[in-house]
C-alpha cells in the first residue's frame, strides 16, 4: 500500500510526525511526504491508495483517483474528512487509532 502525506508549510513537522508512525506501526506500508502545493504531481507520480492531508484535496483531478483520502484538520474541534471508497464521514478529536484504522 502506497500512502502519501501533504503538508501546508505551516505544518511540515505534524505531517512528518504522522508519517513516521505509519512507517512506525504500519512498516509494510510505503510512505510519501509532499508540499500541499505539489499534489497533484505527486499523486499523478506515486498513485497512492491513500492521501492524508492538512488541506483541501481536490474534487478534480486528484480526488476521482484515490481510493481513499483524510482531510485532516489540525484543531481539535474542528472536522476531519475521510473516504474510503463510497463511503464518507467526518470526525472531531482524530486520534492516530483512527489514522492507522484507516491505512488497514
Known amino acids: 500500500m502506497r500512502v502519501l502525506l501533504a503538508f501546508d508549510r505551516e505544518y511540515p513537522l505534524y505531517i512528518e510526525a ?39 484535496i481536490p474534487s478534480n483531478p486528484v480526488d476521482p483517483k484515490l481510493i481513499s483520502s483524510l482531510e485532516l484538520s489540525l484543531e481539535p474541534e474542528q472536522t476531519s474528512k475521510f473516504r474510503a471508497g463510497e463511503h464518507h464521514w467526518e470526525s472531531t478529536h482524530l486520534t492516530l487509532a483512527q489514522i492507522l484504522s484507516l491505512v488497514d
Do not use: C, M, N, Y
Open 18 to 56: 504522522i508519517a513516521e508512525a505509519i512507517r512506525t506501526f504500519r512498516s509494510h506500508v510505503e510512505v510519501a511526504v509532499t508540499d500541499a502545493g505539489k499534489l497533484e504531481a505527486e499523486v499523478e507520480r506515486l498513485d497512492p491508495q491513500l492521501v492524508i492531508s492538512t488541506s483541501h
